[in-house]
């Protein structure tokens, strides 16, 4: 009988037993999952720190570069507006402008760094109050220290940094910041810019390292602005001594041309005397004093009237007359000079020609040095004279002349230097033909005058062709 309740209390016996190492165990796995737990949520406390400060780095980053973009953004309106500015003003003003806007300063005040007064620009209406706290023309000690040292200067807080009996006004006024720009201008400090406001000390640090970039940027286009002035006062002063030139040649006419009238007219009357007295040897020595004269008339009466022109105190007298007749006349008058040369002249005129209104003597003054000019570089060749009548689209009537030769020609680069005073293509053959250079230089002179233009076509051992286009009023 107690065999048989033995056995029974074993088995519960080595039951209790297996459930007792099963719940050790279990208890063993509770704790390792618990140890687990443990390191798993420090784990993943380093996690989240790890994204919060990867946030904070993003937002930061972000905002340094919206600020950076900004600084570019304003850099770059300030490099496009300044060179878009006519006057040191306008510089100044868009410079102001632009770092007050980009910066949240509040006011922004200009003043030379030796003498004149300071210059204003007020973002903040409420601070306006501020500028009759500073005198006129005189930098704070912070715009001093930019123009003595030539570099800009930021001091956040101005309490800490400048001893003035405005800064508890200032600071009250909600301008606790400032900072100063030199202009710097060829190497030398022209200006100094002052900023008051309370922009943040990051965008101030930022906006800092691109104030040098908008001084120079400043120094540039203000060194251009003067430049410019300098190059328009010359180009005026150079403009003023040629029109005084032009007015003393033309005004010279009377006294030049005179005496040398005088001595042809004496010429001619020793040439009579000569003739009559049967002094044939030595009357060939005046008929050349003759010709000398009449060369150096000519010469100073292109001159005189190349000066008139300039000066614009060339008379214009309009009055119809007969072209065809004016052409078939200076033809006959250069006849010796064509013959000369043994060349040619060949008159190409268009029946419908007829009557034009404009200045006859201003014409043939055109014809005259056109066909002489080609009368000098032509030997044995053709000169071919043309006129004819043509309406444009617009309805406008003009007529042509065109002065054609067979001559030596030009290239396409003395064509383009042909019409300067006191230029001569090749000197070399100018030098043979004679002449000052100017009757071209007059002839387009003077078709500016009549409302016209002229103009020249020709090729190297072609000859050379002038058109001239007058309207017919």
């Known amino acids: 009988m107690s065999q048989v309740h033995a056995g029974p209390g074993r088995v519960l016996l080595s039951r209790l037993r297996d459930s007792a190492r099963n719940l050790r165990r279990a208890a063993n796995r509770a704790r390792q999952v618990e140890r687990e737990l443990t390191e798993l949520r420090v784990d993943v406390d380093r996690s989240e720190q790890r994204i919060a400060n990867l946030e904070r780095v993003h937002k930061v980053s972000t905002r340094e570069v919206l600020q950076k973009n900004a600084l570019l953004a304003m850099i770059s309106s300030i490099t496009i507006a300044a060179n878009e500015a006519h006057t040191e003003t306008d510089v100044y003003r868009i410079c102001m402008h632009k770092v007050c806007a980009a910066s949240g300063w509040s006011l922004a005040r200009l003043t030379p760094a030796i003498g004149g007064s300071s210059r204003w620009h007020v973002a903040d209406r409420l601070a306006v109050e501020f500028i009759g706290l500073l005198v006129d023309g005189e930098p704070t000690a912070l715009g001093l220290d930019a123009l003595r040292h030539g570099k800009p200067v930021w001091a956040p807080d101005l309490r800490a940094r400048l001893e003035a009996p405005w800064i508890e006004r200032a600071a009250a006024l909600g301008l606790r910041g400032g900072a100063a720009l030199p202009v710097v201008v060829g190497g030398q400090v022209i200006a100094v810019v002052e900023f008051f406001g309370t922009a943040g000390e990051g965008t101030a640090t930022a906006l800092m390292l691109a104030m040098a970039t908008i001084g120079a940027e400043i120094g540039r286009v203000l060194a251009r602005l003067r430049a410019d002035e300098a190059v328009a006062h010359a180009r005026d002063a150079a403009e003023g001594a040629s029109r005084a030139k032009s007015a003393f040649l033309a005004s010279m006419s009377h006294e030049l041309r005179t005496p040398l009238n005088a001595i042809l007219g004496y010429a001619d009357l020793v040439d009579e005397i000569l003739e009559e007295e049967g002094a044939d040897d030595v009357r060939g020595d005046i008929v050349r004093i003759r010709q000398a004269g009449e060369h150096l008339l000519g010469l100073i009466n292109n001159i005189l009237d190349l000066s008139k022109v300039e000066a614009g105190r060339m008379p214009v007298l309009n009055e119809r007359f007969d072209l065809g007749a004016l052409i078939r006349d200076s033809a006959d008058l250069l006849k010796p000079l064509m013959d000369r040369r043994n060349n040619v002249a060949c008159l190409d005129l268009a029946g419908d020609l007829a009557d034009v209104e404009t200045d006859p003597t201003l014409v043939r003054q055109i014809l005259f040095n056109l ?73 387009r002179g003077l078709c500016t005058l009549l409302g016209g233009t002229i103009a020249v076509y020709s090729a190297p051992g072609r000859g050379s062709c002038f058109t001239v286009r007058l309207p017919l009023r």
């Open 371 to 443: 066909i002489s000019n080609a009368s000098k570089f032509t030997h044995a060749g053709t000169i071919t004279i043309a006129a004819a009548r043509q309406t444009d689209p617009s309805g406008t009537s003009w007529f042509h002349l065109a002065v054609a030769d067979t001559g030596v020609g030009m290239t396409e680069e003395q064509c383009a230097q042909l019409f300067e005073p006191y230029r001569q293509v090749d000197p070399h053959l100018a030098r043979r033909a004679g002449g000052t250079g100017l009757g071209l230089t007059l002839c």
